[in-house]
């Protein structure tokens, strides 16, 4: 069975830093692109950031970048986002989900995403 399993979410102070973990299970990430997308209550499900593992290639959002990096641990098949300077605006359950890689680049436009996870919460207080 093919599973992506979110970890590291809580409950931090605007300014801190945390790592959320995403681990695939059922299948190796080689050959696929892993990205993070979060959902904030009220809003829609948005991007974060997408790292391929084939190429080590990444993309990040606007409202992210130079805050969080996305980087992959081959051997324990993980994807990790690490998020600094974390804002109250960071808030909400971050989703991991992966598709194999189409080589369309750059990232943002990769649109094959075929598994999620069930996601972590993130809440950051002001």
């Known amino acids: 069975e093919v599973q992506l399993v979110e970890s590291g979410g809580g409950l931090v102070q605007a300014g801190e830093s945390l790592t959320l973990s995403c681990t695939a299970s059922?299948?190796?990430?080689?050959?696929?692109?892993i990205a993070w997308f979060r959902q904030a209550p009220g809003k829609e499900r948005e991007g974060v950031s997408w790292?391929?593992?084939?190429?080590?290639?990444?993309y990040y959002a606007d409202s992210v970048k130079g805050r969080f990096t996305i980087s992959g641990d081959d051997v324990k098949n993980t994807v990790y986002l690490y998020m600094h300077s974390l804002k109250p605006e960071d808030t909400a359950v971050y989703f991991c989900?992966?598709?194999?890689?189409?080589?369309?680049?750059?990232?943002?436009?990769?649109?094959?995403?075929?598994?999620w996870g069930k996601g972590t919460l993130v809440t950051v207080s002001s």
């Open positions: 989900a992966a598709g194999r890689d189409s080589g369309v680049r750059p990232l943002r436009y990769f649109g094959g995403i075929r598994s």
């Open positions: 059922g299948f190796s990430f080689d050959g696929y692109v």
């Open positions: 790292f391929s593992r084939s190429d080590r290639s990444t």
